[in-house]
T-cell receptor, first 115, second 115 residues
């Protein structure tokens, strides 16, 4: 089944404790992206990747890191989480590299609480 | 960068009536405008999209119109049904001649279908 998976789905952590949210897609998509969703603010892009070893900042990259060592995986890293990073995070992928113009398929979301 | 405004933030309509959600964008170079539907507790899913060379697109009860001159686009849902209740997001992305540009989303419209 074609899908985007994220792990963990729920995470409670404390300020400053490094964490990684994994994202994987099995559709051979070139383009992958991370968004955060906050009430009243919609979906805001954190980072995106056109292909392996190619990543770029979105609208709200501060406090986050990403890597794209393999085509299927695009982990989101929070080196030193802070309470303002409490949010619902979505990973998404699309077939074509560049511009995000094709249909984006979203993962199930990861709900993060930073205490 | 691109800025997308979406209105209204909440829309309540009687079942069977029509619903219209409007978005405006700032970057005249934007050329792809998707709409995503997010049901409660679920991931966003694409329901319809339109490209800048088309003025209108229809898929059963859903239609999208685009006015490039005024830089606005709208989602129209006719004969609304209870399953249409959800949050709807519009988005836009500009063409940059080769670079990757992510989607900029509006803040969302919570559509409530009253029985």
């Amino acid at each position: 089944e074609a899908q985007v998976t994220q792990n963990p789905r729920y995470l409670i952590t404390v300020t400053g404790k490094k964490l990684t949210v994994t994202c994987s897609q099995n559709m051979n998509h070139e383009y992958m992206s991370w968004y955060r969703q906050d009430p009243g603010l919609g979906l805001r892009q954190i980072y995106y990747s056109m292909n392996v070893e190619v990543t770029d900042k979105g609208d709200v990259p501060e406090g986050y890191k990403v890597s794209r060592k393999e085509k299927r995986n695009f982990p989101l890293i929070l080196e030193s989480p802070s309470p303002n990073q409490t949010s619902l995070y979505f990973c998404a992928s699309s077939l074509l590299g560049g511009r995000g113009q094709e249909t984006q398929y979203f993962g199930p979301g990861t709900r993060l609480l930073v205490l | 960068g691109e800025n997308v405004e979406q209105h209204p933030s909440t829309l309540s309509v009687q079942e069977g009536d029509s619903a219209v959600i409007k978005c405006t964008y700032s970057d005249s170079a934007s050329n792809y405008f998707p709409w995503y539907k997010q049901e409660l507790g679920k991931r966003p899913q694409l329901i319809i999209d339109i490209r800048s060379n088309v003025g209108e697109k229809k898929d059963q009860r859903i239609a999208v119109t685009l006015n490039k001159t005024a830089k606005h686009f709208s989602l129209h849902i006719t004969e609304t049904q209870p399953e249409d209740s959800a949050v709807y997001f519009c988005a836009a992305t500009p063409y940059s001649g080769g670079g990757a540009d992510g989607l900029t989303f509006g803040k969302g419209t919570h559509l409530i279908i009253q029985p």
